[in-house]
């Protein structure tokens, strides 16, 4: 017998031959040992799968799926029970001698009882340090009827009995109620039955066998491939699953013949199937439609990707206030040249020649603003040049708006047209 057995999560793959013992005449089945191979996917795919047995004439076999070895052995190593019997067997007709000893340990027969050794200890005793709760009602029972039950519009006294209202927990005994006892706990004093200690036993003789005589059935059989010939095939089939089928079945002398034919039959109808197989997106629509909750993981990866892409592509907010900072460091270490600072003495007095409610206004404005650039950078005056020279004469310029002034406070700055330290100047407002 050979083929596939499924029998509840168990599966198989069966090789089963009978052998007739040549001196008896008495038919034995010979199982080849399991493969050491998973074979879930073979009954659990729904496909069409091939079956091949392969005996060769040295003793060995082979079982192969889909033309895939599985498992090979040997005829006369790997079958249950062995085709050869054993050359010795037990003999029936001996009998284990009754002072036989197999005790490989006794009891110490040495061995004393202590007398502080107290059996009648119970396991638990009761808690002498436990206190009834209070609120406990000595007096309540721990159920009673239910008040809102209603005997049956068809309860029939007679057939049924006396009606009795269900019963309930007290709603009183939310501490307790009943007689109050204390709680057990593991008594201390609790030793047990006493038992002498276990020690090797002297007079061990070890376990007992029968003796061993010749078989009187034994033979040995070199070449079991050479079976008792056979003129027909069965199918031994019960099955609790619907959509099974076999077809095609090949008995032949010659592999070739059969690897053969299975290119031309079995082959192209794996193609055949494979072709006519769902996609990927049909098969995730029926997985999804027996079960609900992978349409939860199709969003959840189809959306990822989008809001990943959106975050990192999503433009930013600059903070103005940043740029604004950079540029007024820039422009205050930026080296300053003397022809420059003469064209800003000349805007200057320019500007002093205007009214002077003119220039009031200008001078309020420009506090104004002054006071809204230290708020802004209060960390950039570190990192300004320390020394800033001429500012003192400069304010003083600024607030008398005489040309004396305003020419010292150029001396002051250095000549020639090379770079000059930097200096805090205060911004006139031009109409």
């Known amino acids: 017998m050979f083929g596939p057995d499924k ?31 998973d074979l879930k996917k073979f009954f659990t795919d729904r496909k069409t799968h091939l079956y091949t047995l392969v005996m060769n004439p040295d003793d060995t076999f082979e079982i192969l799926i889909d033309q895939i070895l599985i498992n090979k ?54 808690d002498t340090s436990a206190v009834k709760p209070q609120g406990w009602l000595d007096n309540e029972p721990k159920f009673i009827p239910n008040p809102d039950a209603k005997k049956p519009d068809d309860w029939n006294e007679d057939m049924d009995g006396e009606w009795e209202a269900p019963h309930i927990l007290n709603p009183a005994c939310r501490i307790g109620c009943g007689e109050w006892k204390p709680p057990m706990i593991d008594n201390p004093k609790y030793k047990g039955v006493w038992r002498p200690p276990m020690i090797d036993n002297p007079n061990y003789q070890g376990i007992w066998s029968p003796q061993k005589i ?22 031994e089939l019960w099955s609790m699953t619907s959509d099974i089928y076999f077809d095609n079945f090949i008995i032949c002398s010659d592999k070739e013949v059969a690897d053969h034919w299975a290119e031309e039959s079995w082959r192209l109808k794996v193609l055949i199937a494979n072709a006519n197989e769902p996609g ?3 098969q995730l629509m029926a997985a999804a439609e027996e079960h609900w909750w992978l349409w939860l993981i199709f969003l959840v990866i189809a959306g990822l990707p989008v809001i990943l892409i959106t975050s990192f592509y999503w433009p930013r907010k600059v903070k103005k206030k940043y740029e604004d900072t950079e540029d007024k460091k820039k422009a205050v270490c930026n080296p300053q040249t003397k022809g420059a600072l003469e064209q800003e003495v000349k805007e200057e007095k320019a500007a002093l020649e205007k009214p002077v409610d003119m220039e009031v206004e200008n001078k309020e404005s420009d506090a104004e603003i002054l006071e809204k650039e230290e708020e802004s950078e209060p960390e950039q005056k570190s990192e300004e040049v ?8 400069e304010n003083k310029s600024n607030k008398s708006g005489s040309e004396d002034e305003m020419k010292e406070a150029d001396e002051n700055t250095g000549s020639g047209d090379g770079p000059i330290k930097s200096l805090r100047k205060r911004r006139v407002r031009k109409d």
Do not use: M
């Not at 029998?7 to 080849?32: N, S």
């Not at 010749?214 to 003129?231: G, R, V």
């Not at 320390?386 to 004469?393: P, R």
């Open 7 to 37: 029998c509840g999560e168990d599966y198989k793959l069966h090789f089963i031959f009978r052998y007739r013992h040549p001196k008896t005449g008495v038919f034995e089945e010979k199982h080849a040992k399991p493969p050491n191979v």
């Open 73 to 126: 052995g040997n005829l006369l190593e790997d079958v249950v029970p062995p085709v050869n019997p054993p050359k010795e067997i037990d003999d029936p007709n001996d009998i284990k001698p009754d002072e036989w000893d197999e005790r490989l340990k006794i009891p110490d027969p040495a061995a004393i009882k202590p007398e502080d050794w107290d059996e009648d200890e119970p396991a638990q005793i009761e």
């Open 214 to 235: 010749p078989n009187p059935d034994y033979f040995e059989d070199d070449h079991p491939f050479l079976l008792t010939s056979f003129s027909a095939l069965g199918l």
């Open 280 to 282: 990927i997106f049909s």
């Open 386 to 393: 320390e020394v800033i020279e001429g500012q003192e004469e």
